[in-house]
């Protein structure tokens, strides 16, 4: 049916317990012609199906979207489409008016590997990572018209940045179907004007709308600093959660108008907002204000593990300089959206920033990410943002 991979013996341990990935190294052989982003199937020494997935010239030589042998046509990928769309909605995520904004997909998290769908209101935004989904980005538009019926007006592929050089394709970014009419999405009853054009991932960081919900409960009455703002969500929350001051920081100008936009949005007469076109680390070293509350939500320092010792030397100096600069008493949410840190590693290095800052900090809470970007239990790596709320003495 398909070209077969032939694992080496004793190498289809992981795929047995359901990890996606086939590294380069476990294949022993294979049968028939491969070429970049074809499906191929993957199978044991003995010939044993163990599951059908994209062929890749890279390490990770297959990323497996079924374990189960079978054809792989429209309906096949409507219907994995739809499990994802049933699990949204079991959450209580789609048709809810106080929330228009959530992801979809969540590649392996939900077995499509190499795919990313966040839906913005009525537009669903693709963003393919690996070439073999880029290729069937066609059959995800038509499944993503079947379930959603009329209720989504267009269908944006931002594929660009992320489509690895190896693919060979010449990608760009653009409208693969309809046209949109929303001009701003809803967020626990906020409002946020979306740049999935231009803008950073696809559009917003929807992986952090827990976590600024989170926010609110330490912020009325407080002085708060929210670093890497990009497009202001943390501050918006923190300007409903009747916060004194807000300023927001972020080295993009282009970040910073974003986020004028977004607090002009909801809170047009608000006088106690600022924002700042600057470097974070030099903001926190030349301002004299303090804080009461202190947001560090940096992009990922270490996109791989090669680079993970500097990440783990920029958060550490990322950290010590907001400990020193927060109020007593006050409240630092720290967070790591590089997938080469754990948690652990973390939270180590948070705690040699305190040692180094020389102040006495408490965990309060530990966060995460939300429901749609729920990882499999069978790939860890999936979980890649971890948080920590801070109490500094």
Known sequence: MYPKVILSSGKDQSVRRFHPWIFSGAI??????????????VVSNHDEPLGIGHYSNGSIAVRIFSFENTEINQDFWTQKIKKAYDFRNNMGLINNPNTTVYRLVHAEGDG???????????????????????????????????????????????????????????????????????TYVIEHGLKFRIDWEQGQKTGFFIDQRKNRKLLQKYCFGKKVLNTFCYSGGFSVYALAAQAALVHSVDSSKKAIALTDANVALNFPEANHHQSFAQDTFSFLEQS?????????????FAKHHHVKHNAVQGYKRLNAEAIRR???????????????????????TVMSAAIQAGREVRILEYMSQPVDHAPSIFHTEG???????????
């Open 28 to 41: 022993k052989k294979i049968k028939g012609e491969v070429a970049e982003g074809m499906i191929v199937q």
């Open 112 to 182: 499509l590997p190499g795919l990313i769908i966040d839906v913005y209101d009525d537009t669903a935004v693709i963003q393919t990572h690996s070439t073999g989904m880029h290729l069937i980005k066609q059959s995800i538009t038509e499944a993503l018209k079947e379930v959603y019926a009329f209720r989504l007006k267009a269908i944006y592929d931002k594929s660009a940045e992320t489509m690895p050089a190896i693919s060979g394709l010449e990608i760009r970014n653009q409208l693969l179907w309809g046209n949109p009419e929303s």
């Open 326 to 348: 927060v109020n007593t008493g006050g409240v630092i949410f720290t967070f790591s959206c590089s997938q080469a840190v754990d948690k652990y590693l973390f939270q180590n």
């Open 383 to 393: 979980e890649y943002l971890k948080g920590i709320v801070l109490k500094v003495y």
């Open 288 to 300: 004299q204000e303090k804080y009461d509350v202190i947001i560090l939500d940096p992009p990922a």
